[in-house]
């Protein structure tokens, strides 16, 4: 499992990479709905579960600002187009270290991409996430699917799991 670390009493608490990823995209999805946060109605990320394939799928297009690292190195970030919506890394910081949920998610996904294209932390070469940086564009684009279980409670709730699939190199 690709472990990860959140920060102390952080929005996002899952302790691995796919969880991670999960979490961020969901309650990024969730927020764009919210006219307090997202008052223009963005809608960079969709979601959506298919029952019968038990695969969740995300598509996104988050808008980023380029930038050059203090090494050197060119970078980017996800830009925050929520409005007044307190997202905390921890208040002592983990994996991950944005203070943006959008900047959080690219983090992520990033994360999850370099994972996937090494087959140390991919063994069985699972290929559920594509992404693309178009610099002209300032947009971070893909696709996320990802296999998931689902449990039906005797109450009627229901519970989501996403598998792992990645490790971590130790």
């Not at 579960?49 to 996104?60: E, L, P, R, S, Y």
């Not at 296999?147 to 990645?166: A, F, N, R």
């Amino acid at each position: 499992m690709a472990t990860i670390t959140p920060g102390t009493a952080a929005t996002i608490r899952a302790t691995t990479a796919e969880k991670q990823l999960f979490h961020c995209l969901l309650l990024l999805q969730e927020l764009e709905t919210s006219t307090l946060y997202n008052p223009t109605r963005k809608d960079y990320v969709q979601t959506s579960f298919n029952d019968n394939a038990a695969t969740f799928n995300a598509n996104f297009s988050i808008p980023c600002e380029p930038a050059l690292g203090t090494d050197g190195k060119p970078t980017f970030v996800g830009s925050n187009y929520l409005i007044g919506y307190s997202f905390n890394p921890g208040t002592t910081l983990g994996s991950f270290k944005s203070t943006s949920l959008p900047a959080y998610l690219v983090e992520v996904l990033f994360y999850c991409q370099i994972l996937e294209s090494d087959t140390a932390t991919n063994p069985n070469n699972k290929n559920f996430l594509t992404a693309n940086y178009d610099s002209d564009r300032k947009i971070f684009t893909g696709n996320v699917t990802l296999p998931y279980t689902k449990t039906i409670e005797q109450t009627g709730d229901v519970t989501i799991s996403i598998p792992e699939y990645l490790t971590t190199l130790s």
